[in-house]
């Protein structure tokens, strides 16, 4: 699967088909030989260095409303596996305490006297 993140056109240099785009703040060289009509302030979905195509400024917008809710989704199942693992690790320390004093229990109880 892959995957292409929306970024804006910041700056052109059409001596080497390249721009220079703005992806989530970062500046980032990208080539254009895939697309056809580039402008300054263009939205275009860029995939290992190459913009795939153009899209307009709301699907870009969502895209990235839907890629930043995936990422805090993602920070609360983490969340939530932490707490799970959390709990587990102490129902098994607990279980190993109740045996642990099972075995005492009976180690005691065989090395009584008269036994």
């Avoid at 275009?44 to 990235?64: D, F, M, P, W």
């Amino acid at each position: 699967m892959c995957l292409a993140i929306p970024a804006q056109i910041l700056a052109l240099d059409p001596a080497t088909d390249v721009a220079t785009v703005s992806l989530g703040g970062v500046r980032r060289p990208v080539s254009l030989a895939l697309i056809e009509d580039a402008e300054v302030g263009d939205f275009v979905l860029v995939h290992v260095g190459y913009a795939l195509n153009k899209i307009s400024a709301e699907e870009a917008e969502r895209t990235l409303a839907m890629m930043r809710e995936i990422g805090e989704l993602a920070d609360q199942a983490a969340e939530l596996a932490d707490q799970e693992a959390e709990s587990i690790d102490q129902t098994h320390q607990a279980d190993q305490a109740t045996e642990l004093d099972a075995t005492h229990s009976e180690h005691a109880a065989n090395s009584e006297p008269g036994r």
